[in-house]
């Protein structure tokens, strides 16, 4: 079965800082990638997905980017963190094509002081 | 006028009984809908996923389509104090961008024993 990894599960940065939040995927090839922010009142905003190595979009401008250097693993970076790049972070994986549900590691809650 | 209506509640039964959740959208493009549960300081966990109006069940939760009205529901019955969590409807068109799923805001269900 396939399983989805993301570590840390808290992380607490200071202003400026440099970020690396890493999801891998387990028990699949050739999945999509999403980075998604859950900010309380908010909902789900997507950041970024990727249908393929070294394949990234953007939904929304910001201080945040993606990577993903290999098939199952996709990285989220800043080099310089600000305070309003607090919140919780989830990565999500779902077969390619366009009907596939998408699902969701157990997130990152990233503080910065 | 948002794409996806969600009232956020929270909504608090008692155990055993029925719970109705619902979702409105605007879009007409939307084919296929998705209910996420999320409980406190976790990810999303996919529950149901339809692509075709009317009803489909799994266990005590039922998802209910009505394209015409575009309108989903998901029911719960004989609901369990383990159901207190919060419940995302999601939904997306056929086709078109990998990273298109778009999420209401979520209804926080609290369960009392």
């Known amino acids: 079965s396939q399983t989805i990894h993301q570590w840390p599960a808290t992380l607490v940065q200071p202003v400026g800082s440099p970020l690396s939040l890493e999801c891998t995927v387990e028990g699949t090839s050739n999945p999509n990638l999403y980075w998604y922010r859950q900010a309380a009142g908010r909902g789900l905003q997507l950041l970024f997905y990727?249908?393929?190595?070294?394949?990234i979009s953007s939904e929304v401008p910001q201080n945040l980017s993606a990577s993903r250097p290999q098939d199952r693993q996709f990285i989220l970076s800043s080099k310089k963190l600000l305070l309003s790049d607090s919140g919780f972070y989830l990565c999500a994986w779902s077969v390619s094509g366009s009907r596939q549900p998408q699902h969701f590691g157990d997130g990152t809650r990233l503080s910065i002081l | 006028q948002k794409e996806v209506e969600q009232d956020p509640g929270p909504l608090s039964v008692p155990e055993g009984a029925i719970v109705s959740l619902n979702c409105t959208y605007s879009?007409?493009?939307?084919?296929?809908f998705m209910w996420y549960r999320q409980y406190s300081r976790k990810g999303p966990e996919l529950l149901m996923y339809t692509y075709s109006s009317g009803n489909k069940e799994d266990g005590r939760f039922t998802a209910q389509v009505d394209k015409s009205s575009k309108y989903i529901s998901l029911f719960i019955r004989d609901s369990q104090p383990s159901d207190s969590a919060t419940y995302l409807c999601a939904m997306r068109d056929y086709g078109g961008s990998q990273g298109n799923l778009i999420f209401g805001k979520g209804t926080k269900l609290s369960v009392k024993p």
């Open positions: 879009n007409s493009a939307f084919q296929y």
């Open positions: 990727s249908v393929g190595i070294g394949q």
